[in-house]
């Protein structure tokens, strides 16, 4: 049976399976068939006269790269001509045809992410009859551009490399700008093993500290209403300048105000840096009042805000912490009284004591009453010390040698007479006795080392810090005696530092003493040469400061001496 076309019935729709199953079938060459495929050609090319057919759909995505079939390449019209090339696959669903008979789809898929070649523009596509089977094509790929010579375009260039990305902090937003460090920059040398390649990179850097040090005071792009948008309001009781003040001081407490109040109520739990750190960020009486009568959200205060307002709600928090900062540093710093009371008990004994100062005197004594015979200043008993530091000024009239540089020349031959066991010949013993006096006196340094290091001491600097550490103890006694006696809650604390109490009073008590003996000492050192001034004198260590000068203008000369 035929059709209307003059074709076969069973030829006019075939199906898909059909095909495929001709296609792997190697057809003889008949006369019926090559006059078959003379109409076939004759008829398309009268249709290709009459209208333009849509792009051809392209194939599935292969999972190879596949080479479709030329240009050149014309399709027959009818789908059961044999044929010795295979036929291409399905094609894609058929579209709905609009008003000017182009066809109307759902928007293409993007291309497969492998190269394909696909078909010239030239290609003539099979005419289908038929639609699909029920088994769904896979999606077409976009159609290519055609260019000047009607020749397909490739595929498109691949995207290019997208810009740095801005780093990016805490909670994925960008990081705040900084100050910037200047430096110098070294490259990388991969075949050079560098210090740089050997850092552990354990080292965690703090953004908070950083930012709130170092952060660039650049007015920030964004508009000051998205600013406000984007940053929740918060309310602050301490001023902008002392919240960043405390917020760094805060790092080094490495605690939470949890463990600060348990440490405030037992008394003990804080070390002394610490406790130094907690000192250093009391709140002033303005600033306790606000925390403690604020009533609003404690979310939008601060985290130093919070963590004072927490420590706050214990009674007189602060003065326990400054009672238990006393405590701490209480032993260090008797030791330290101590060690200067006894340091100006040694320099008094010393200058009392050395024979060779108070040789140098006697020969400054006669030299200076040889130089004044005649005048009022002759004839002199005592001179004061300050008379000492003079000596190197008066020059002799080689404009060289000083009245320092005779008086020690004349002590060197006596002290090494001293020294030495037996006289030697007079030219030769001479000089062997210079020698031994010069290294006997540039030794006078060594022997009076506490005199020079009582000279750094400031004795009413001394006196204020002995009477300063008695003041505190008043100060913790009335804390623990009358403020936290009544109440039982503070039992821990109380009874912490009623023992301590106890002992401090007996080491100041000892310790004002050593204070009032020294100071016996000093004033008379002082009236052992100067005589009666202690009206007169604004410091009463000023003799000692007086010798360390005279010692340091003595080993001078020495030096000089020896050297020539």
């Known amino acids: 049976m035929t059709n209307s076309t003059g074709l076969p019935m069973n030829l006019a729709t075939p199906d898909i399976s059909s095909t495929q199953d001709s296609s792997q079938t190697q057809c003889p060459q008949t006369p019926c068939n090559n006059k078959q495929e003379k109409q076939t050609f004759e008829s398309s090319s009268d249709c290709q006269k009459s209208f333009k057919p849509p792009p051809p759909p392209p194939p599935p995505p292969p999972p190879c790269v596949t080479y479709f079939p030329s240009s050149s390449q014309t399709f027959p019209k009818s789908s059961n001509t044999p044929s010795c090339i295979p036929p291409p696959p399905p094609p894609c669903p058929p579209r709905l045809k609009g008003k000017n008979n182009s066809t109307k789809g759902p928007p293409l898929p993007p291309p497969p992410p492998y190269v394909t070649f696909f078909p010239s523009s030239s290609q003539t596509p099979p005419k289908s009859s038929k639609a699909p089977s029920s088994i769904p094509p896979p999606p077409c790929p976009p159609p290519l551009s055609k260019g000047k010579n009607n020749s397909a375009k490739g595929p498109p260039p691949p995207p290019s490399r997208p810009p740095q990305s801005t780093p990016l902090g805490k909670y994925a937003a960008p990081l705040p700008k900084l100050k910037p460090f200047h430096w110098d920059k070294v490259k990388a040398a991969p075949d050079q093993p560098m210090v740089w390649d050997m850092l552990p990179h354990s080292f ?154 108070l040789k140098l005197l006697e020969a400054v004594l006669k030299t200076g009453n040889r130089m004044n015979v005649g005048t009022s200043r002759g004839g002199a008993r005592a001179f004061k010390l300050d008379t000492l530091l003079k000596l190197a000024h008066v020059k002799g009239t080689d404009g060289k040698t000083t009245l320092l540089h005779f008086v020690v020349q004349e002590i060197l031959l006596s002290e090494g007479i001293r020294v030495s066991d037996s006289i030697m010949g007079v030219e030769q013993s001479k000089e062997d006795y210079r020698r031994m006096g010069l290294d006997r006196v540039s030794g006078l340094s060594t022997e009076l080392s506490n005199v020079k290091e009582t000279a750094t001491i400031d004795l009413n600097v001394l006196a204020s810090s002995v009477s300063t550490l008695s003041d505190g103890l008043a100060t913790l006694q009335h804390l623990v005696q009358k403020d936290l006696c009544m109440d039982e809650q503070n039992g821990n604390f109380v009874n912490s530092m009623r023992s301590f109490i106890n002992y401090a009073e007996k080491i100041l008590k000892d310790l004002q003493g050593e204070e009032d003996r020294v100071l016996t000492h000093v004033k008379e050192i002082t009236e052992y040469f100067h005589g009666d001034v202690s009206k007169h004198e604004d410091n009463p260590l000023r003799i000692f400061v007086i010798v360390r000068e005279f010692l340091g203008m003595l080993d001078h000369v020495c030096k000089e001496l020896r050297s020539s």
């Open 204 to 357: 965690k850097l703090d953004e908070e500290m950083i930012e709130s040090l170092f952060g660039d005071n650049l007015k920030n792009s964004m508009n000051s209403d998205e600013a406000k948008k984007k940053t929740p309001p918060s309310k602050h009781v301490f001023e902008p300048k002392r919240l960043q003040n405390i917020s760094i001081v805060s790092k080094a407490l490495n605690v939470t105000a949890e463990e600060v109040c348990k440490a405030l109520i037992q008394g003990k739990g804080l070390g002394l840096q610490q406790l130094e750190a907690l000192v250093k960020m009391v709140p002033t009486k303005e600033e306790e009042a606000k925390l403690s009568s604020y009533e609003g959200d404690i979310n939008e205060l601060e985290s130093v805000e919070k963590f004072f307002k927490e420590i706050l709600e214990i009674p007189f928090a602060f003065l326990r912490v400054e009672a238990m900062l006393y405590r701490e540093t209480f032993e260090d710093e008797v030791v330290q009284f101590r060690k200067s009371f006894s340091m100006l008990e040694e320099a008094c004994k010393e200058l009392r004591s050395s024979r060779l100062f």
